[in-house]
């Protein structure tokens, strides 16, 4: 984490297409255009399984498309391209239309991207209608999702034309204003010279041709040269990523030797309001209580009050004014308040309270099966050993313990054959995710000891260098490399020191 500091994670479909379409002249362009046509499913879509194909493959779509009008690239480019818009529109149309049309899933900012591209793909269609390679499309229109519309899109855009200022949490998704994005007021680089933490939003708010000593065109450049073309949905990640590598390692307690700057870099991060998951925009609870939450289990605790803001009354919000409510960031505010509460002071009357709330809180949000969902992970196993492991450690209610034997009974259910758990197939993320909520269980019971034991055999067998599926929510779905590693890793560490046979 050191070497690389502002983190690392899978390079997005989504956001490299954002930059073909808005930075042509940044380094690297001709390979992200082949890394887009290479990245192409067969089945013409884009993206993860299920509706998470939505976002990449308009995002894809768009950025062919800009580029024959460009006229970018060579003769055999270009007839590549063809084949791959027709077959990209042909799987998205049939996403759309078809008898299994779903809306798409709860990521950040769908209702405005999914409008915008699909209003870009028709202008797109309209110039170049005359291509022999697109005449099917001359007429076709792509309709939105069931449920989504151009209303809040239109809001935004409004708020543009007014001269009112944007809310903090859009700098992240800034390209969807288009052309109106740049040098919008009230937004600009920040940190190492990004907007939003995004690379779309930094290139839409630099607009063509940035001259070369642009704070933002740097940062676009340094991203280019360490993922080789393609870019990540967000960068830098560097307290989202020491945070929950820290805070998982520490608390199945790996033996490590953190350096001091890993410990002060995470101190230093924390202002009045918490920190952010990226420079550039607002702080929320859940960065913030998992950096609590690994500080105080390096044994620096901060005064928890800073989450104070956060509090509904109910439950915690990712940040004010969010919509809807999220069962990890609340677990994982349960830890950081649960693991403050030995250390008493001023807060200790709130803490008390608010651990209470939260544990009631995350019981109602169990599913009747016994998982939890989540808005920021596709797999179910993700949220479900978060909030086991929170309500395990500091839920002290029978309750809370029955509900952990609930989310047992449902892990122990969704084991497949070859020791592996996983949403679409086994992944190493995934199995550890199982692992450890199996591990939360307060007694040992032999169908767990012989699932742990088939889980130990097959993670035995994985690479956990390799890349495994994109199963975290950020505009498209994405993997933060070393959290998952830590992970897994930590999983394998828990197999070992536990008598898996006992």
Not at 79 to 90: S, T
């Amino acid at each position: 984490m050191l070497a690389a500091p502002s983190g690392r994670s899978s390079p997005s479909v989504y956001e490299t297409g954002r930059l073909v379409s808005l930075a042509p002249w940044l380094a690297g362009h001709d390979e992200r255009i082949d890394w887009l046509l290479r990245r192409q499913r067969p089945d013409g879509a884009w993206g993860g399984p299920d509706g998470y194909a939505l976002v990449p493959t308009l995002s894809a779509i768009e950025a062919l498309l800009t580029t024959l009008r460009r006229d970018d690239g060579g003769p055999a480019t270009r007839d590549r391209i063809d084949d791959a818009v027709d077959r990209g529109l042909r799987a998205l149309h049939a996403a759309l239309t078809g008898p299994a049309a779903a809306p798409p899933p709860d990521l950040p900012a769908t209702d405005l991207i999914v409008p915008a591209l699909t209003e870009l793909v028709a202008e797109n269609l309209d110039a170049l209608r005359d291509r022999p390679g697109l005449t099917r499309w001359r007429a076709a229109r792509l309709p939105l999702p069931e449920g989504m519309d151009h209303r809040r899109l239109a809001g935004v855009r409004m708020l543009l034309a007014g001269g009112r200022p944007l809310p903090e949490k859009l700098a992240h998704a800034l390209e969807v204003v288009g052309p109106a994005a740049r040098r919008v007021a009230g937004f600009g680089p920040v940190g190492p010279g990004t907007v939003g933490a995004s690379p779309a939003a930094t290139a839409a708010w630099l607009g063509p041709e940035p001259g070369a000593e642009e704070p933002g065109r740097a940062y676009l450049e340094d991203l280019v040269r360490q993922y080789g073309g393609p870019v990540p949905s967000a960068s830098p990640i560097t307290v989202f990523e020491r945070s929950w590598v820290l805070g998982t390692l520490t608390r199945a307690g790996v033996p490590i030797g953190v350096p001091a700057a890993l410990t002060a870099g995470l101190r230093a991060a924390l202002g009045p309001a918490g920190t952010p998951t990226g420079p550039g925009l607002p702080a929320d609870a859940d960065t913030t209580s998992v950096t609590l939450y690994a500080l105080a289990r390096l044994g620096h605790p901060v005064d928890p009050m800073v989450l104070r803001p956060y509090d509904t009354g109910e439950h915690f919000c990712t940040w004010p004014g969010e919509d809807g409510a999220s069962v990890t960031t609340n677990a994982h505010v349960l830890d950081a308040l649960g693991q403050s509460l030995p250390h008493g002071g001023p807060a200790t009357p709130w803490l008390g309270s608010a651990v209470r709330r939260l544990t009631r809180w995350l019981l109602d949000q169990q599913e009747p099966d016994g998982r939890w969902p989540d808005r920021w992970h596709a797999s179910p196993y993700y949220a479900t050993s978060c909030a086991a492991a929170a309500l395990s450690e500091y839920g002290g209610t029978e309750a809370a313990r029955q509900s952990v034997d609930r989310a047992v009974a449902w892990v122990l259910a969704g084991q497949r054959a070859d020791g592996s758990w996983g949403r679409w197939a086994g992944s190493a993320e995934e199995t550890a995710y199982a692992v450890q909520t199996l591990l939360a269980a307060e007694r040992r019971s032999a169908p767990i000891a012989a699932a742990l034991a088939r889980a130990e055999s097959w993670l035995s067998t994985v690479d956990v260098d390799e890349d495994g599926p994109e199963l975290w929510h950020d505009k498209d779905l994405y993997r933060p490399t070393l959290i998952v590693q830590a992970a897994v890793l930590t999983a394998r560490w828990l197999l070992r020191s536990a008598d898996v046979d006992d």
